[in-house]
Protein backbone atom coordinates (compact mmCIF):
# COMPACT_ATOMS: atom_id res chain seq x y z
CA UNK A 1 0.00 0.00 0.00
CA UNK A 2 1.47 3.19 -1.20
CA UNK A 3 1.73 5.99 1.56
CA UNK A 4 1.08 3.11 4.61
CA UNK A 5 -1.40 3.55 6.87
CA UNK A 6 -2.17 1.15 10.01
CA UNK A 7 -4.49 -1.44 8.92
CA UNK A 8 -7.76 -1.65 10.03
CA UNK A 9 -9.11 -4.39 12.43
CA UNK A 10 -12.21 -6.36 11.53
CA UNK A 11 -14.19 -8.73 13.47
CA UNK A 12 -16.40 -11.09 12.32
CA UNK A 13 -19.04 -13.45 14.34
CA UNK A 14 -21.57 -15.64 13.68
CA UNK A 15 -23.41 -18.84 15.04
CA UNK A 16 -21.64 -22.15 14.19
CA UNK A 17 -23.02 -22.82 10.83
CA UNK A 18 -23.98 -19.67 9.60
CA UNK A 19 -21.23 -20.30 6.80
CA UNK A 20 -18.54 -17.29 8.02
CA UNK A 21 -15.40 -19.22 7.71
CA UNK A 22 -16.44 -19.44 3.97
CA UNK A 23 -17.64 -16.70 2.95
CA UNK A 24 -14.17 -14.49 5.02
CA UNK A 25 -12.27 -17.14 2.76
CA UNK A 26 -14.09 -15.89 -0.36
CA UNK A 27 -13.98 -12.34 0.73
CA UNK A 28 -9.89 -12.35 1.65
CA UNK A 29 -9.79 -13.89 -1.81
CA UNK A 30 -11.32 -11.16 -3.52
CA UNK A 31 -10.18 -8.38 -1.50
CA UNK A 32 -6.50 -6.96 -1.81
CA UNK A 33 -5.07 -5.47 1.43
CA UNK A 34 -7.20 -7.74 3.43
CA UNK A 35 -5.64 -10.58 5.65
CA UNK A 36 -7.65 -13.57 8.01
CA UNK A 37 -6.39 -13.88 11.29
CA UNK A 38 -5.24 -17.11 12.07
CA UNK A 39 -5.95 -18.57 15.65
CA UNK A 40 -4.92 -20.74 18.20
CA UNK A 41 -6.73 -23.64 19.38
CA UNK A 42 -6.90 -26.66 21.97
CA UNK A 43 -9.33 -28.45 19.81
CA UNK A 44 -7.75 -31.49 18.06
CA UNK A 45 -7.59 -30.79 14.50
CA UNK A 46 -10.18 -32.28 12.12
CA UNK A 47 -9.79 -34.51 8.67
CA UNK A 48 -8.53 -32.07 5.89
CA UNK A 49 -7.47 -29.55 8.84
CA UNK A 50 -3.98 -28.34 8.53
CA UNK A 51 -1.53 -26.96 11.59
CA UNK A 52 -0.66 -23.17 10.74
CA UNK A 53 -3.01 -23.09 8.12
CA UNK A 54 -6.45 -23.70 9.38
CA UNK A 55 -5.63 -23.06 12.99
CA UNK A 56 -2.48 -23.26 15.09
CA UNK A 57 -2.97 -26.15 16.51
CA UNK A 58 -2.11 -26.46 20.40
CA UNK A 59 -2.53 -28.43 23.83
CA UNK A 60 -4.54 -27.43 26.16
CA UNK A 61 -1.23 -26.71 28.36
CA UNK A 62 0.52 -24.89 26.05
CA UNK A 63 -2.63 -22.51 25.56
CA UNK A 64 -2.84 -22.03 29.26
CA UNK A 65 0.61 -21.16 29.01
CA UNK A 66 0.09 -18.40 26.18
CA UNK A 67 -2.85 -17.05 28.31
CA UNK A 68 -1.33 -16.76 31.80
CA UNK A 69 1.86 -14.64 29.98
CA UNK A 70 -0.92 -12.46 28.19
CA UNK A 71 -0.20 -13.33 25.06
CA UNK A 72 -3.83 -13.45 23.62
CA UNK A 73 -5.68 -10.02 22.00
CA UNK A 74 -8.88 -12.06 22.99
CA UNK A 75 -9.61 -15.67 23.98
CA UNK A 76 -12.90 -17.83 24.61
CA UNK A 77 -14.15 -21.56 25.46
CA UNK A 78 -16.08 -22.73 22.57
CA UNK A 79 -17.72 -26.00 22.62
CA UNK A 80 -15.38 -27.04 25.50
CA UNK A 81 -12.64 -26.19 23.58
CA UNK A 82 -10.01 -23.09 23.60
CA UNK A 83 -9.60 -20.76 20.95
CA UNK A 84 -7.44 -17.29 20.93
CA UNK A 85 -5.85 -14.60 18.61
CA UNK A 86 -2.36 -13.57 19.25
CA UNK A 87 -1.78 -10.69 20.20
CA UNK A 88 1.40 -10.07 18.61
CA UNK A 89 0.33 -11.57 15.75
CA UNK A 90 -2.44 -8.86 15.11
CA UNK A 91 -0.02 -5.58 15.83
CA UNK A 92 2.06 -7.19 13.29
CA UNK A 93 -0.32 -7.03 10.50
CA UNK A 94 -1.68 -4.47 11.30
CA UNK A 95 1.43 -2.14 11.56
CA UNK A 96 2.28 -3.69 7.92
CA UNK A 97 -0.60 -1.62 6.43
CA UNK A 98 -3.01 -4.81 5.70
CA UNK A 99 -6.41 -4.85 7.35
CA UNK A 100 -7.07 -7.69 9.77
CA UNK A 101 -10.26 -9.98 10.03
CA UNK A 102 -10.85 -11.72 13.06
CA UNK A 103 -13.14 -14.63 12.38
CA UNK A 104 -14.02 -14.88 16.45
CA UNK A 105 -17.32 -15.72 18.45
CA UNK A 106 -19.31 -13.27 20.86
CA UNK A 107 -17.00 -13.35 23.66
CA UNK A 108 -14.12 -12.82 21.62
CA UNK A 109 -15.43 -9.64 20.04
CA UNK A 110 -16.36 -8.27 23.53
CA UNK A 111 -12.78 -8.72 24.75
CA UNK A 112 -11.64 -6.82 21.83
CA UNK A 113 -14.07 -3.99 22.57
CA UNK A 114 -13.20 -4.23 26.37
CA UNK A 115 -9.76 -3.62 25.77
CA UNK A 116 -10.41 -0.64 23.50
CA UNK A 117 -9.14 -1.41 20.75
CA UNK A 118 -10.93 -0.15 17.30
CA UNK A 119 -12.28 -2.32 14.98
CA UNK A 120 -15.19 -2.42 13.20
CA UNK A 121 -17.25 -5.39 14.05
CA UNK A 122 -19.79 -7.21 11.59
CA UNK A 123 -22.57 -10.28 12.30
CA UNK A 124 -23.44 -12.54 10.08
CA UNK A 125 -27.13 -13.54 10.54
CA UNK A 126 -28.42 -16.87 9.23
CA UNK A 127 -31.42 -16.68 7.10
CA UNK A 128 -33.42 -18.21 10.34
CA UNK A 129 -33.24 -21.30 12.81
CA UNK A 130 -34.91 -23.46 10.75
CA UNK A 131 -32.09 -23.18 7.92
CA UNK A 132 -29.29 -22.76 10.40
CA UNK A 133 -30.26 -26.28 11.36
CA UNK A 134 -30.30 -27.81 7.98
CA UNK A 135 -27.17 -26.38 7.71
CA UNK A 136 -26.09 -27.92 11.11
CA UNK A 137 -27.33 -31.30 9.87
CA UNK A 138 -26.33 -30.98 6.18
CA UNK A 139 -22.29 -30.18 6.54
CA UNK A 140 -21.32 -32.31 9.51
CA UNK A 141 -20.70 -35.86 11.33
CA UNK A 142 -21.64 -34.18 14.74
CA UNK A 143 -24.12 -36.13 16.96
CA UNK A 144 -27.55 -34.98 17.72
CA UNK A 145 -26.62 -33.73 21.39
CA UNK A 146 -23.71 -31.61 19.78
CA UNK A 147 -26.02 -30.14 17.09
CA UNK A 148 -28.48 -29.35 20.17
CA UNK A 149 -25.78 -27.79 21.64
CA UNK A 150 -24.64 -25.75 18.76
CA UNK A 151 -28.01 -24.42 18.36
CA UNK A 152 -28.63 -23.69 21.67
CA UNK A 153 -25.27 -21.38 21.74
CA UNK A 154 -26.54 -19.78 18.60
CA UNK A 155 -29.60 -18.53 20.20
CA UNK A 156 -27.61 -16.55 22.66
CA UNK A 157 -25.04 -15.49 20.21
CA UNK A 158 -27.55 -14.22 16.98
CA UNK A 159 -29.43 -11.93 20.40
CA UNK A 160 -26.07 -10.33 20.73
CA UNK A 161 -26.23 -8.68 16.98
CA UNK A 162 -27.23 -5.39 18.22
CA UNK A 163 -23.47 -4.78 19.73
CA UNK A 164 -21.94 -4.85 16.25
CA UNK A 165 -21.51 -2.27 13.08
CA UNK A 166 -23.05 -4.11 10.65
CA UNK A 167 -24.99 -6.91 10.15
CA UNK A 168 -24.99 -9.15 6.91
CA UNK A 169 -27.47 -12.26 6.87
CA UNK A 170 -26.30 -15.17 4.60
CA UNK A 171 -28.60 -16.70 2.29
CA UNK A 172 -26.62 -17.00 -0.51
CA UNK A 173 -22.65 -16.83 -0.50
CA UNK A 174 -22.16 -15.11 -3.73
CA UNK A 175 -24.44 -11.61 -2.76
CA UNK A 176 -22.85 -12.12 0.89
CA UNK A 177 -19.28 -11.79 0.12
CA UNK A 178 -20.30 -8.91 -2.41
CA UNK A 179 -21.87 -7.28 1.09
CA UNK A 180 -19.09 -7.63 2.84
CA UNK A 181 -16.67 -6.52 0.83
CA UNK A 182 -19.36 -3.54 0.58
CA UNK A 183 -18.55 -3.05 4.38
CA UNK A 184 -14.68 -3.50 3.80
CA UNK A 185 -14.85 -0.71 0.80
CA UNK A 186 -17.04 1.67 3.00
CA UNK A 187 -14.76 1.13 5.78
CA UNK A 188 -11.67 1.99 4.15
CA UNK A 189 -12.69 5.34 2.72
CA UNK A 190 -14.15 6.59 5.91
CA UNK A 191 -12.09 9.95 6.85
CA UNK A 192 -10.29 8.50 10.08
CA UNK A 193 -8.50 5.62 7.51
CA UNK A 194 -7.91 8.10 5.05
CA UNK A 195 -6.37 11.03 6.95
CA UNK A 196 -3.38 10.66 6.23
CA UNK A 197 -3.08 9.95 2.52
CA UNK A 198 -5.57 13.19 2.48
CA UNK A 199 -3.32 15.25 4.22
CA UNK A 200 -0.32 14.66 1.80
CA UNK A 201 -2.46 15.11 -1.40
CA UNK A 202 -3.83 18.62 0.57
CA UNK A 203 -0.24 19.21 1.08
CA UNK A 204 0.82 19.02 -2.22
CA UNK A 205 -1.93 21.85 -2.51
CA UNK A 206 -0.21 24.21 -0.50
CA UNK A 207 1.96 27.23 -1.62
P1 LIG B 1 -14.57 -24.35 14.82
O1 LIG B 1 -14.12 -25.31 15.90
O2 LIG B 1 -15.84 -24.81 14.19
O3 LIG B 1 -13.46 -24.07 13.84
O4 LIG B 1 -14.89 -22.97 15.53
C1 LIG B 1 -15.81 -22.91 16.57
C2 LIG B 1 -16.03 -21.47 17.02
O5 LIG B 1 -14.85 -20.88 17.54
C3 LIG B 1 -16.51 -20.52 15.94
O6 LIG B 1 -17.68 -19.87 16.39
C4 LIG B 1 -15.39 -19.53 15.78
O7 LIG B 1 -15.87 -18.23 15.47
C5 LIG B 1 -14.76 -19.53 17.14
N1 LIG B 1 -13.37 -19.11 17.07
C6 LIG B 1 -12.42 -19.52 16.19
N2 LIG B 1 -11.26 -18.90 16.46
C7 LIG B 1 -11.49 -18.08 17.54
C8 LIG B 1 -10.66 -17.17 18.28
O8 LIG B 1 -9.48 -16.97 18.02
N3 LIG B 1 -11.26 -16.53 19.30
C9 LIG B 1 -12.56 -16.70 19.63
N4 LIG B 1 -13.06 -15.99 20.64
N5 LIG B 1 -13.37 -17.53 18.95
C10 LIG B 1 -12.84 -18.22 17.91
Given at each position: M???????????S?P????K????????E?T????M????????A?VG???G?DY??I???????????????E??????????????DT??????GS???L???V???????R?????V?I?V??P??????Q???G??????????????V?R?????????????????????V??L?G????????????????E????????
Open positions: SNRRRGLLFIVASGAGTTLVERLVVPHLRSRSYTSRPRECDVHFTRERFEAMVAVGEFLWADVFGNLYGTSAAERILDSDLVVIDQGARQVRRGMENAFMPSAEILERLRRSKDSEDQIRRRLAAQEVAAFAEYDYVVVNDELSPSDRQIILAERARLRAMRGEVTIVRTFEG
